[in-house]
């Protein structure tokens, strides 16, 4: 499972940290990334590691960074000169295998990030 947190009221120009949380028996995780979604829009990838390889959406290059800290078993999303467009629901999303071998596809719950102007 995944826990999305750190999602909150920020005015433009500022910065947010979000992380997700991974939960059980993980072996690896071989893809992971942040998605949002916007009001009334569809869903978007934000940013994704596939592979070790690491993908951003063009609007936010520069400004966000994705990160992992295996320790923890946590990703990360800095977000940083955050703009009104920014505002929308943010999910993580995780792709691996387990220890028993199973593989798994996850969501996390979503975090909302709020960006005034």
């Known amino acids: 499972q995944l826990q999305a947190s750190g999602g909150g009221l920020v005015q433009a120009g500022g910065s947010l940290r979000l992380s997700c949380a991974a939960s059980?028996?993980?072996?690896?995780?071989?893809?992971e990334g942040w998605y949002r979604q916007p009001p009334g829009k569809q869903r978007e990838l934000v940013a994704m590691v596939d592979d070790g390889k690491t993908t951003y959406l063009d609007s936010v290059k520069g400004r966000f960074t994705i990160s992992r800290d295996n320790a923890l078993n946590k990703n990360y999303l800095q977000m940083n000169d955050l703009k009104p467009e920014d505002t929308g629901t943010y999910y993580c999303?995780?792709?691996?295998?387990?220890?028993?071998?199973?593989?798994?596809?996850?969501w996390g719950q979503g975090t909302l990030v709020t960006v005034s102007s």
């Open positions: 999303n995780a792709v691996g295998r387990y220890y028993n071998g199973r593989p798994f596809a996850s």
């Open positions: 059980g028996s993980i072996l690896t995780i071989t893809n």
